[in-house]
């Protein structure tokens, strides 16, 4: 099994786009992403269902940002697009254990078993 790797962090301006990837070997039911900016909680950001290929948003990134996976690459992607200041965090890929059939929301980073070591997304006005 691999361990989840992010990449595709980096500095933006406010209104721009970024991908971010993440691959992992785990097999699960649940992949998400999280986020985490100095001095706050970890925050699900967006989740993806692999049985019925469903997606979840937090509020804050709806119609923003799009969550998609590709099972023969083992990849995650989360497109971010009209990125905003306050989407500046650390952004980490997250696997639930097989044994959870499906993700639950919202999205609590003690669901997720298995996580990257995050990639840095800065958004500066």
């Known amino acids: 099994q691999v361990q989840p790797v992010e990449s595709g962090g980096g500095s933006v301006q406010a209104g721009e786009s970024r991908r971010l990837s993440c691959h992992t070997t785990y097999r699960t039911y649940c992949m998400a992403w999280f986020r985490q900016a100095p001095g706050k909680e970890r925050e699900g950001v967006a989740a993806?269902?692999?049985?019925?290929?469903?997606?979840y948003y937090t509020d804050s990134v709806k119609g923003r940002f799009t969550i998609s996976r590709d099972n023969p690459k083992n990849m995650l992607y989360l497109q971010m697009d009209s990125l905003k200041p306050e989407d500046s965090a650390m952004y980490y890929c997250a696997v639930r254990p097989l044994e959870a059939w499906a993700c639950r929301t919202p999205l609590r980073p003690t669901d997720f078993a298995y996580w990257g070591q995050g990639t840095q997304v800065t958004v500066s006005s």
């Open positions: 993806f269902n692999t049985g019925p290929g469903t997606t």
